[in-house]
DNA sequence: TCGCTGTCCTGAAACGTGTCAAACACCCGT
DNA sequence: ACGGGTGTTTGACACGTTTCAGGACAGCGA
């Protein structure tokens, strides 16, 4: 069907160890013989085939992503980091969706591993897929995305989560907050466990007691979730209800938003929202969501810079960098002192 | 280093042949022999090279998607509906951002065509691009998403983007306005300009006359794209300034809204806004937008089912399916009467 | 005993590359 | 005429699979 280097040869005349010298080595041939070759190759259309260049050459040219969900903005950031470097270094990527849900990260895992990935970038699940560890066994470099290593034989580009839950606890809790939800908090995600942690060991420092936190689980990280956490808190007797919620991520913080705004609950007026990741449509929401600022695009970048450095082998060593992240007030969390100027104007 | 069939053969005390004939017909190899090979497979960790066998079957397993913005939440629906039949058929998928430009289009087409992925799925940018051509001419299924098909030898999965232009036109002339500016008019993409001559056809039937209609050109189809256009229409002198405006899709709505409400613009009493796409953060804004809505995901299933019927090869017909959209109306293109009861109820 | 029919297994070939040792052609200096 | 470069091209092999014609062997009927 397609031409092969055989039909290239063929037509230029030449073997195929010649036209094969043109596409690897075009200086070690002669410039006549180099034009025939390359003339035999645009009449054919002729297109390497990568597996036969993989198959041979021991390595393939590409390389696996899998994130926790793809409709998560924050998520497309980091694959947008990822693309661009790999890119650059000519590797195409599989970009693969696990959903939060083992099964399908383990499909994805046997995949790419069919698909002989130079390497594997990863968001994984809450727990440790035994998949993720076979593929270490077998040699293939995996790094870790917005997610610590568990042990130091193997590379992780993280954020500081727990600082990350202290930034959004300690900035209610001086905004006068002293009821506090934390939302998301069944996830089994370390990156959430870690965010919850934060924002308890600084409600405890001021508090004295955990009494001022309420956690909250929902099923997934996601707007519909938050939205029907709020339906929750706010369905709560007024004596216990928190008058504040940090969010697990901006998802579930949009979805509290929608929800209190439906509800008729006033933003941050009544209720005061503080997200997570910042992704670009927090600070274009309803009441602009203050959150926690993570690096998206850096995370993705890194990790696969540190993939292509441990693929390459040569004295790779293995790094656990960690951002630290930052907070950015919005709206979601100020008394709002401007809408009520706005009021007072009328109409 | 990884184990071949030849390992598994050699543990196992078989032939490859018989190696192989356990993976792909297990039936006609016998119980013993089965279980010898399975635990060889087991103890070795023997994963099929997927690379051998495309070379050997003469076609892959993988299929590309190329869109135009991974950032843009749109594309992701898009990408999921895509995954879901493509894994379900067996198929990973290289996602692939253009960003539109024909350039970073081109060298992704030909990294497919190097994969000899079994087909693509393209939002192409708006030129047409020599590449796509000639991955046709090779025999590549190519399917074209949210783009109409040029001709009728290719299939293609679209909305009416005619009506929907005529259906954000018509709402806000129904509103009243007389003063409508459409943004996003330089791109050089179809789906834009089809829009654009809804709007356009919509206003001249209303008004008898174009000149109801100001086309804003932008560089991008962007948030900031839209923040800076709202810019330049509040620079207008207030006799030629729009009161609405219909945007090419819902990022650049959200732009111009967050800019609208930087410079103290009352949306929408002051200035209504009509979205395209009615990506889930639509409904999320600052004020939820009025939007155009487009099956997002079923645009990728859609298109996905068609490539691999393409593909698959027996008696395939090209298929161009036109997809329905409908207009979702919000707060950002009402007369709000609630938030003017809820200024008069005063701080 | 012989031939026949299955059942199960083997071994070689092929897919499209890249590599590499070896072959070849040519020129220069002696 | 010969040896030694240098510069260019060749051809065979290997990578890991799948496929397929055919071989080995057992069971069975004649």
Same mark, same amino acid.
């Given at each position: 069907?397609?031409?092969?280097?055989?039909? *290239?040869?063929?037509?230029?005349?030449?073997? $195929?160890?010649? $036209?094969?010298?043109?596409?690897?080595?075009?200086?070690?041939?002669?410039?006549?013989?180099?034009?025939?070759?390359?003339?035999?190759?645009?009449?054919?259309?002729?297109?390497?085939?990568?597996?036969?260049?993989?198959?041979?050459?021991?390595?393939?040219?590409?390389?696996?992503?899998? *994130?926790?969900?793809?409709?998560?903005?924050?998520?497309?950031? *980091?694959?947008?980091?990822?693309?661009?470097?790999?890119?650059?270094?000519?590797?195409?990527?599989?970009?693969?969706?696990?959903?939060?849900?083992?099964?399908?990260?383990?499909?994805?895992?046997?995949?790419?591993?069919?698909?002989?990935?130079?390497?594997?970038?990863?968001?994984?699940?809450?727990?440790?897929?035994?998949?993720?560890?076979?593929?270490?066994?077998?040699?293939?470099?995996? $790094?870790?995305?917005?997610?610590?290593?568990?042990?130091?034989?193997?590379?992780?580009?993280? +954020?500081?989560?727990?600082?990350?839950?202290?930034?959004?606890?300690?900035?209610?809790?001086?905004?006068?907050?002293?009821?506090?939800?934390?939302?998301?908090?069944?996830?089994?995600?370390?990156?959430?466990?870690?965010?919850?942690?934060?924002?308890?060991? +600084? +409600?405890?420092?001021?508090?004295?007691?955990?009494?001022?936190?309420?956690?909250?689980?929902?099923?997934?990280?996601?707007?519909?979730?938050?939205?029907?956490?709020?339906?929750?808190?706010?369905?709560?007797?007024?004596?216990?209800?928190?008058?504040?919620?940090?969010?697990?991520?901006?998802?579930?913080?949009?979805?509290?938003?929608?929800?209190?705004?439906?509800?008729?609950?006033?933003?941050?007026?009544?209720?005061?929202?503080?997200?997570?990741?910042?992704?670009?449509?927090?600070?274009?929401?309803?009441?602009?969501?203050?959150?926690?600022?993570?690096?998206?695009?850096?995370?993705?970048?890194?990790?696969?810079?540190?993939?292509?450095?441990?693929?390459?082998?040569?004295?790779?060593?293995?790094?656990?960098? $960690?951002?630290?992240?930052?907070?950015?007030?919005?709206?979601?969390?100020?008394?709002?002192?401007?809408?009520?100027?706005?009021?007072?104007?009328?109409?």
């Amino acid at each position: 069907m397609a031409a092969s280097i055989r039909d *290239v040869a063929e037509r230029a005349g030449v073997s $195929v160890g010649t $036209v094969s010298n043109v596409l690897n080595r075009p200086d070690v041939v002669s410039a006549p013989t180099r034009e025939r070759v390359l003339s035999a190759i645009a009449v054919l259309g002729f297109v390497r085939n990568e597996s036969a260049r993989h198959l041979r050459a021991g390595h393939s040219r590409t390389i696996g992503l899998v *994130v926790l969900d793809i409709a998560n903005p924050f998520f497309t950031d *980091v694959a947008r980091g990822v693309e661009d470097v790999a890119n650059r270094a000519g590797l195409a990527v599989f970009l693969c969706n696990s959903d939060d849900r083992p099964e399908k990260e383990s499909a994805h895992l046997d995949v790419l591993a069919e698909q002989r990935v130079q390497g594997v970038l990863i968001t994984p699940t809450g727990e440790l897929n035994p998949h993720l560890q076979t593929l270490r066994r077998r040699g293939v470099p995996v $790094v870790l995305v917005d997610r610590r290593a568990p042990s130091a034989d193997q590379c992780a580009v993280a +954020v500081d989560d727990v600082l990350g839950g202290r930034l959004a606890g300690g900035h209610l809790l001086e905004r006068g907050h002293r009821r506090i939800a934390f939302i998301g908090g069944a996830s089994d995600l370390p990156q959430v466990q870690e965010r919850l942690a934060g924002v308890q060991a +600084v +409600v405890r420092e001021a508090t004295g007691s955990d009494d001022a936190l309420v956690v909250l689980s929902t099923e997934a990280l996601t707007v519909a979730a938050g939205r029907e956490a709020a339906a929750r808190i706010v369905g709560m007797p007024a004596a216990h209800r928190p008058t504040a919620a940090v969010c697990a991520n901006d998802l579930m913080a949009l979805g509290v938003l929608q929800e209190m705004v439906r509800q008729g609950v006033r933003v941050p007026d009544e209720f005061a929202i503080v997200g997570y990741d910042d992704i670009d449509f927090a600070a274009a929401a309803a009441v602009p969501l203050t959150s926690v600022r993570k690096p998206r695009q850096a995370l993705g970048s890194r990790a696969a810079e540190l993939l292509l450095d441990e693929a390459r082998g040569d004295g790779h060593v293995h790094v656990q960098e $960690v951002f630290e992240p930052t907070l950015v007030v919005r709206e979601s969390s100020m008394v709002r002192r401007d809408r009520t100027a706005d009021r007072e104007e009328g109409p």
